[in-house]
């Protein structure tokens, strides 16, 4: 079979005959001229020059730039994340105390670092991963490095034990029997109530003598109390104080409850904390005694700024002798310490976390040395 093209078909006449053509201006190559459209995409090819070259080569560098951008993108966030950490002190507070928030959640920004390395990784931006592994985790382990050091000794004079023993608690019994465990010599408890405190007084009668509740806070002790009172930081009474007579003389101990935090639209709901922990600072400046230990569910981290009148004056005895953040809340999967032992005129051998019971905090402990009584200022 023989093919026949469309020159072949045009040359030949109906009849048969040749029929006589005449050269047509538009296939005469030599009358041809390319002119560029101007919907044509990229841009003219030169002679000698591969189709697509000079488009590719320019869509390379966009690329390059756009990586590069990304790069920098990722650097200015690691480098502004290390700052945060490592200067969160120094930073402005924030409308709705979320500065507070922030340093209260502080230890977690840890989980930032990964996150940005990946994304520096997606770009191929090798060098701003670097950045993003290195920088921000120096500034992490300059400031929460010592947290995870184990800072225990042994010895010690006296152990305090705190807890929120939670006022829905469903088995007050059970959380007795294993705060007995811990063998404290002073235990503060809070969120009492008028039908679980009863219970707690009777089970713990036979260890500890010496007691004192009021509203929702309470002190047991195997040493005598005096001078026990309510300290009026709110409406209801949510904070005692009471002289230990221990070892080597007086230690007053404050138990208290500050109240709730939340945090919603307008931003983290702590004023109310705020407020009572300002009359909380006022009696613990007021002290006559120079030993001084302040127990209690403060509901703030000693990271959060709000409660540096205090923590400026009073010692953690988790950060001195502990080892880890010791989180306290919730007690399924602790993310937070919320639950204090603060000290002043004496000294923590250990601090630590005791396994947890009914309610929804974990119970806090203390073993301290007590110094002598310092001098008077």
């Not at 059970?174 to 503060?188: I, M």
């Not at 639209?265 to 120079?290: H, I, K, M, N, Q």
Request: one cysteine or more.
């Amino acid at each position: 079979m023989t093919a026949t093209t469309r020159q072949d078909r045009a040359a030949t006449a109906p009849d048969g005959t040749a029929a006589k053509t005449s050269p047509s201006p538009a296939l005469d190559s030599r009358a041809v001229q390319t002119v560029p459209s101007p919907a044509a995409d990229g841009p003219a090819v030169g002679p000698g020059q591969a189709p697509g070259a000079s488009v590719g080569a320019a869509d390379a560098g966009s690329r390059r730039k756009w990586w590069r951008r990304r790069g920098a993108a990722v650097t200015g966030c690691s480098v502004l994340l290390a700052v945060s950490i490592a200067g969160h002190g120094l930073l402005p507070g924030l409308p709705g105390r979320l500065s507070s928030l922030a340093e209260t959640l502080l230890p977690w920004s840890a989980l930032a670092v990964p996150v940005l390395v990946a994304a520096a990784l997606l770009r191929r931006a090798r060098v701003a991963a670097a950045l993003a592994l290195v920088v921000p985790a120096v500034a992490w382990l300059a400031t929460f490095g010592g947290a995870l050091a184990d800072k225990t000794s042994p010895g010690g004079d006296l152990t305090l034990v705190s807890h929120n023993v939670n006022q829905d608690n469903p088995d007050p019994a059970g959380t007795v029997r294993s705060l007995l465990a811990a063998r404290a010599d002073v235990l503060a408890l809070e969120e009492l109530s008028p039908a679980t405190a009863p219970a707690y007084e009777q089970a713990l009668a036979e260890t500890y003598p010496y007691h004192f509740y009021q509203g929702t806070v309470g002190l047991w002790s195997v040493h005598p109390l005096s001078d026990a009172r309510a300290v009026p930081i709110m409406p209801w009474t949510r904070a005692m104080r009471a002289t230990v007579d221990a070892p080597g003389g007086p230690l007053a101990v404050y138990v208290a409850h500050l109240p709730s935090v939340r945090v919603g639209a307008s931003g983290f709901t702590a004023g109310s904390r705020d407020e009572a922990l300002g009359l909380l600072v006022s009696e613990v400046r007021a002290e006559p005694v120079r030993r001084v230990v302040v127990l209690g569910d403060l509901n703030g981290s000693t990271d959060d700024r709000a409660l540096r009148p205090l923590t400026d004056r009073l010692v953690s005895a988790q950060a001195a002798a502990g080892a880890g953040f010791g989180y306290t809340w919730p007690a399924r999967l602790p993310v937070v310490r919320i639950d204090q032992i603060l000290l002043g005129g004496v000294r923590a051998a250990s601090a630590w976390t005791l396994p947890a019971t009914a309610s929804d905090h974990l119970p806090v402990a203390a073993r301290i040395h007590l110094s002598p009584d310092p001098a008077p200022r």
